[in-house]
């Protein structure tokens, strides 16, 4: 059974840091392209940042480039979001998502057919 599994989420101040990271089971995951997700109440599901199944690119959402870095360690199946200069509005429930051989559209959720269960950030000013 495939399993993505967020830890790494938590209570920080404007300004402050947060690393998420996204423990992937059931199979190995070096072909999925992999992407960060969040959802604030009230709001749709918005895309963060995703990094190919190669490791070779990474993209991101205007609103955390130069702030957050997409990361994954194929050998552990694990991939990471460092979240720096955190503001309020990072405040979300954070999702990991994956899709096999994924090469294009990371931003829709729509093309990701795994997902973790989410990992709360709070950021406060």
């Known amino acids: 059974q495939v399993q993505l599994v967020e830890s790494g989420g938590g209570l920080v101040q404007a300004g402050g840091s947060l690393r998420l990271s996204c423990a992937a089971s059931?199979?190995?995951?070096?072909?999925?392209?992999m992407g960060w997700f969040c959802e604030a109440p009230g709001k749709e599901r918005e895309f963060v940042a995703a990094?190919?199944?190669?490791?070779?690119?990474?993209y991101y959402a205007d609103s955390v480039k130069g702030r957050f870095t997409i990361s994954r360690d194929k050998a552990k199946n694990t991939m990471y979001l460092q979240m720096n200069r955190l503001k309020p509005e990072d405040t979300a429930v954070y999702y990991c998502?994956?899709?096999?051989?994924?090469?294009?559209?990371?931003?829709?959720?729509?093309?990701?057919?795994?997902w973790g269960q989410g990992t709360q950030v709070t950021v406060s000013s």
């Open positions: 998502a994956a899709e096999e051989y994924l090469s294009s559209s990371y931003g829709y959720p729509k093309n990701y057919g795994y």
């Open positions: 059931g199979r190995s995951f070096s072909t999925y392209g």
């Open positions: 990094i190919t199944w190669t490791g070779d690119s990474t």
